[in-house]
């Protein structure tokens, strides 16, 4: 077992595109002869498990998911699992759903492991909305963008600044819809990530 397991949480309004993205992670970190596991923490969104499931079964990822969504039954998914990149799948969110967001928070409070949250947004949303996102999900503290999209709107100008104005890094972009392949390093990112 990994001593230090890295757990990657990826949060996002609903249909940002945070199942595609955590499958392009996952496979991105297999090519690199890296252990990875998927947790998915919400049981009711049967679209993205049974896709999830497919992706692992297809890529040979480690699969694990919820049935009730406690925080004991996921800290007990997270000790079990044996690799070292844990990718957590959450539910979306609205990006004016405070309360959601509360709750989503307080599922990963106390877990006595790092979490590094990353924050999936699409290019294709209007600022205003950009803006109340980026702020409203900074209840759950992220550190990390990844920008989903840019092949349908690849003016991605006021996410960038935005996450400069709340110091987020910005790991990746993705322009497409194809897994693994349409995902991209974000280059200019003033803070490189830890882990991804
Ligand atoms: N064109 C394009 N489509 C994308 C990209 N990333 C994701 N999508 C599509 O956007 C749609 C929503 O993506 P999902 O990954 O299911 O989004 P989600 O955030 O998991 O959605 P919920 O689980 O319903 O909250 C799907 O049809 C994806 O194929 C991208 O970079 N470009
Ligand atoms: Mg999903």
Redesign the pocket.
Known sequence: MHKEKKLLC?I?????????????IASSFLKENKTVEIIVTDRY?M??CH?LESVSSLFEINFTKVFQSGKEEVLELINRAEAEYILL?T???SHNDVEELKKLKSLFEDIPYKINFTL?I?ATIKDNIIDETMDTFNIVDYQNVII?????CPDCEHIIKKAKELNKAISH?????RIPN??RRFENTKKPWEWI
Do not use: E
């Not at 989903?148 to 349908?152: C, E, N, P, V």
């Open positions: 990826f996002g309004t609903p249909g940002s595109g945070k199942t595609t993205t955590l499958a392009k969104n679209g993205s896709f799948h539910r979306g969110i999936v699409s989903t999209k840019t092949d349908k972009y993705t322009n497409g819809q349409d995902i």
